[in-house]
């Protein structure tokens, strides 16, 4: 069921059992567990079924410390959230990324990958994706054609990739209107979290839109679903009871911002030309493809950080007359198409899967985690938005053992390409030197936004519990990356999904109590 806020009567009352604030993955993940139940459940958006340049304009702010872009364009602010635009790499974490490691400070989950596990599969269901399986292995038997470089395994690993670019405001729109029991709520826009006296217990929250129309919604649980730096905003801006902000006792909302850090590193010249259909990716087409990573043990023997790096290769160096050799086993080029028709009925597009370019030449681009630091911060900023909320205002903050961590990659990566005889690796000028901690002026995320309430059983070190919940507050849960302890080695959101769903199966039992 829809309701455009615009058309209601000013300062009329919405009523529900759950209210979900936010319409993006972990907002529309959670909604849809929530289908043919006894419960209605109030979605609130934001923003509409489109792209608004007035309600995009509410995520403007400000930045200090590493260059960060700007917020417009990392988030999209309406139906479907930022699915509307991301790129639809999936993959679990690692067992190592739930663990606390004494060489990064502030790690460790208070779950283990296992616990997520069940999660994670019915996660691959909501996002679209394969079988819920990364084992190369697995994958070689339905695509043939997916060889590793032969590098040390001791130190190299394969991490897989499964990719769907879901764009959840297609997909689950339809899904959402016609069910009864939600009721979506767009131009909708949180203003205001408003508890009881004493902080424990949420009572109602304040929405409003361009115009100038103000609602009260009120629920008996609420879930804050508008991604890491909206929903810091949201919890420090309602302190008409919490003088620093909801969750705030112990200043730790905001704390912690985490991105995964993506940049291009070395190249990589092959001795002889490589097949890449392993590490070949193409948007839209690509379903399953894989990046170098640093065994568990090498990160642990190294004290360095998760990561993987992309292998992506340089066009002039494509040799076309391996490819056409390799083309001419047509036999096994179509079983290998109907192993992929099996999996996705997508034969044209899977056709082209196979035809991974062979070339001598690649770039090598780094994607990990970034270190725990309570001092990258999201803030709220001196200005106001157009609905009078603060601004936020992010100081990213990137760490020596960031730095270091990526050089390492880089060292063993090349170190056994070497050994193996297979090609050599130059690192990028800024690498080079392994005592400096600056990084260079083009250095970004991923467009990941990790941390800012992360999730620790002692109030004193994390903003929500093992469940989500916030600490102290009843009723009051926090959906998506903003609870991860660490960032993880792969892009969050297939975790952003389990952890939601989960978070569904954990309301639905406290109903219960
Ligand atoms: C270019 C790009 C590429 C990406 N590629 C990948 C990738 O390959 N793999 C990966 O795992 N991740 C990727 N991401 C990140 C991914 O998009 C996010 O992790 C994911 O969308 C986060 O889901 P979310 O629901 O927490 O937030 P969002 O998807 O941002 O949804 C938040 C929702 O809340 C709404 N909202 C905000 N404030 C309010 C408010 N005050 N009141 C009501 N509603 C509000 C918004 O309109 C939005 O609908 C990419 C991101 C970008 C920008």
Redesign the pocket.
């Known amino acids: 069921m829809h309701i455009d806020a615009r058309q209601l009567n000013n300062n009329t009352l919405i009523e529900g059992d759950l209210c979900i604030?936010?319409?993006?993955?972990?907002?529309i993940s959670m909604a849809l567990e929530w289908i043919h139940t006894s419960h209605k459940v109030i979605l609130?958006?934001?923003?509409g079924f489109d792209y608004d340049e007035k309600v995009q304009q509410l995520y403007k702010g400000t930045s200090s410390g590493q260059k960060f872009p700007d917020f417009t364009s990392?988030?999209?602010?309406?139906?479907?959230?930022?699915?509307g635009?991301?790129?639809?790499?999936?993959s679990p974490f690692d067992e190592l990324d739930f663990e606390e490691r004494d060489w990064v400070p502030y790690s460790g989950w208070p779950l283990k990958k296992k616990d997520l596990d069940p999660f994670y599969d019915r996660a691959h269901k909501t996002i679209q994706l394969g079988p819920y399986n990364y084992d190369l292995k697995f994958w070689q038997k339905k695509l043939p054609y997916m060889y590793p470089f032969p590098l040390n395994e001791k130190v190299i690993r394969t991490k897989i990739w499964q990719y769907n670019q879901a764009r959840y405001g297609n997909i689950y729109k339809e899904t959402i209107l016609n069910a009864k029991n939600i009721h979506l709520y767009t131009y909708?826009?949180?203003?205001d979290i408003q508890t009881n006296d004493n902080v424990s217990q949420i009572e109602q929250v304040i929405?409003k839109n361009y115009s100038g129309k103000t609602h009260t919604v009120k629920a008996k649980h609420f879930i804050l679903?508008?991604?890491a730096i909206?929903n810091t905003r949201?919890l420090l801006a309602s302190n008409s009871k919490a003088k620093a902000g909801l969750g705030n006792d112990n200043d730790l909302v905001g704390r912690y911002f985490m991105e995964h850090i993506e940049l291009n590193v070395a190249e990589l010249n092959m001795i002889k030309p490589f097949a890449t259909n392993l590490y070949n990716f193409e948007m839209g087409v690509t379903k399953v493809s894989g990046e170098l990573g640093i065994t568990h043990e090498a990160q642990k023997q190294e004290k360095i950080l998760n990561g993987t790096s992309s292998v992506n290769l340089l066009p002039e160096t494509v040799d076309n007359q391996l490819r056409l050799d390799r083309w001419k086993h047509y036999e096994e080029t179509e079983s290998y198409i109907k192993d992929m028709t099996d999996l996705w009925e997508e034969a044209d597009t899977q056709a082209k899967f196979g035809m991974g370019a062979i070339g001598k030449k690649f770039h090598l681009n780094i994607r990990m985690e970034q270190s725990p630091n309570p001092n990258s911060r999201v803030s709220l900023g001196t200005e106001k938005d157009g609905l009078g909320v603060p601004k936020a205002h992010m100081n990213w903050d990137l760490t020596f053992l960031d730095k270091r961590s990526i050089r390492t990659i880089y060292y063993l990566i090349g170190r056994e390409m070497g050994a193996s005889g297979l090609g050599r690796l130059k690192l990028r000028e800024e690498f080079r030197d392994a005592n400096d901690p600056t990084f260079p002026e083009d250095t970004h995320g991923?467009?990941?936004h990790i941390g800012t309430t992360r999730m620790d059983a002692d109030p004193k070190k994390g903003v929500v519990d093992i469940n989500c919940q916030v600490h102290g507050i009843n009723n009051l849960y926090v959906a998506?990356?903003a609870c991860f302890p660490t960032a993880g080695g792969p892009?969050?959101?297939?975790t952003?999904v389990a952890l939601s769903i989960r978070l569904s199966d954990f309301i639905k039992e406290k109903m219960k109590w």
């Open positions: 604030i936010g319409a993006g993955a972990a907002g609130l958006e934001g923003g990392s988030r999209l602010h309406y139906f479907g959230g930022t699915t635009h991301w790129a639809g790499f999936c909708a826009n949180a203003v929405v679903a508008c991604g909206q949201l991923g467009n990941h998506g990356s892009n969050p959101t297939l952003i």
